[in-house]
């Protein structure tokens, strides 16, 4: 079955530090890739996504690129806040209708001062 | 912005009880699913939900769950004879179509304590 492996936190950086958070899948056919970020006593949000091989999803300086040969869908950010620290879920989509998602454990980052 | 909404935030319960989780999706959705997980652990998908039947079930969705929409707004989950074990944060998500492309937007959550 399909399955995502994230890298274990606590992931701990100061400010405007570089960010990576890995991310690889196994799957049959072709999903969709999501990361998803939960903040403190809130639900999950999505954060970007890439539906194809060789997408970058980004959003608010994050990136990650789909990788199929590698199965990977790694985030960066090149500068991290303060306003970062949260959880954060790598995801992969079913093919097919109502398409279930299959998460990663998820990788706590805390970014100090 | 629109959101999805569940009710309540936290519940207790002794095991044995019933319970009823309430998720109010985004109102132009179709489609619906309830999520879950343990604490430490990975969430996990439980069920599926379009055109008022379960699209897909998970093998945590036994005979002691069930989902319903009794109107046009809400989106419960019941769990007739709760376990210690049930004890989780139950997350809702809703899209507006089901395709793997699609993000699905979640809830906050209603963390459940089983005792």
Same mark, same amino acid.
């Given at each position: =079955?399909?399955? $995502?492996?994230?890298?274990? =936190?606590? $992931?701990?950086?100061?400010?405007?530090?570089?960010?990576?958070?890995?991310?690889?899948?196994?799957?049959?056919?072709?999903?969709?890739?999501?990361?998803? $970020?939960?903040?403190?006593?809130?639900?999950?949000?999505?954060?970007?996504?890439?539906?194809?091989?060789?997408?970058?999803?980004?959003?608010?300086?994050?990136?990650?690129?789909?990788?199929?040969?590698?199965?990977?869908?790694?985030?960066?950010? =090149?500068? $991290?806040?303060?306003?970062?620290?949260?959880?954060?879920?790598?995801?992969?989509?079913?093919?097919?209708?109502?398409?279930?998602?299959?998460?990663?454990?998820?990788?706590?980052?805390?970014?100090?001062? | 912005? +629109?959101?999805?909404?569940?009710?309540?935030?936290?519940?207790?319960?002794?095991?044995?009880?019933?319970?009823?989780?309430?998720?109010?999706?985004?109102?132009?959705?179709?489609?619906?699913?309830?999520?879950?997980?343990?604490?430490?652990?990975?969430?996990?998908?439980?069920?599926?939900?379009?055109?008022?039947?379960?699209?897909?079930?998970?093998?945590?969705?036994?005979?002691?769950?069930?989902?319903?929409?009794?109107?046009?707004?809400?989106?419960?989950?019941?769990?007739?004879?709760?376990?210690?074990?049930?004890? *989780?944060?139950?997350?809702? *998500?809703?899209?507006?179509?089901?395709? +793997?492309?699609?993000?699905?937007?979640?809830?906050?959550?209603?963390?459940?304590?089983?005792?």
């Amino acid at each position: =079955g399909n399955s $995502v492996t994230q890298m274990e =936190g606590p $992931v701990t950086l100061s400010e405007e530090a570089f960010l990576t958070i890995n991310c690889t899948y196994t799957a049959t056919g072709y999903p969709s890739l999501f990361w998803y $970020v939960q903040y403190p006593g809130e639900g999950l949000q999505l954060l970007l996504k890439a539906t194809k091989a060789d997408d970058k999803g980004s959003n608010k300086g994050f990136e990650a690129t789909y990788r199929k040969e590698t199965t990977s869908f790694h985030l960066e950010k =090149g500068s $991290v806040q303060v306003s970062d620290s949260a959880v954060y879920f790598c995801a992969l989509s079913d093919t097919g209708t109502a398409s279930k998602l299959t998460f990663g454990t998820g990788t706590r980052l805390q970014v100090t001062l | 912005e +629109p959101e999805v909404t569940q009710t309540p935030s936290h519940q207790v319960t002794q095991m044995g009880q019933e319970v009823i989780l309430r998720c109010v999706p985004i109102s132009n959705h179709l489609y619906f699913y309830w999520y879950r997980q343990i604490l430490g652990q990975k969430v996990e998908f439980l069920v599926s939900f379009y055109n008022n039947e379960i699209s897909e079930k998970s093998e945590i969705f036994d005979d002691q769950f069930s989902v319903e929409r009794p109107d046009g707004s809400n989106f419960t989950l019941k769990i007739r004879s709760t376990k210690l074990e049930d004890s *989780a944060m139950y997350f809702c *998500a809703s899209s507006d179509r089901g395709g +793997p492309e699609e993000t699905q937007y979640f809830g906050p959550g209603t963390r459940l304590l089983v005792l």
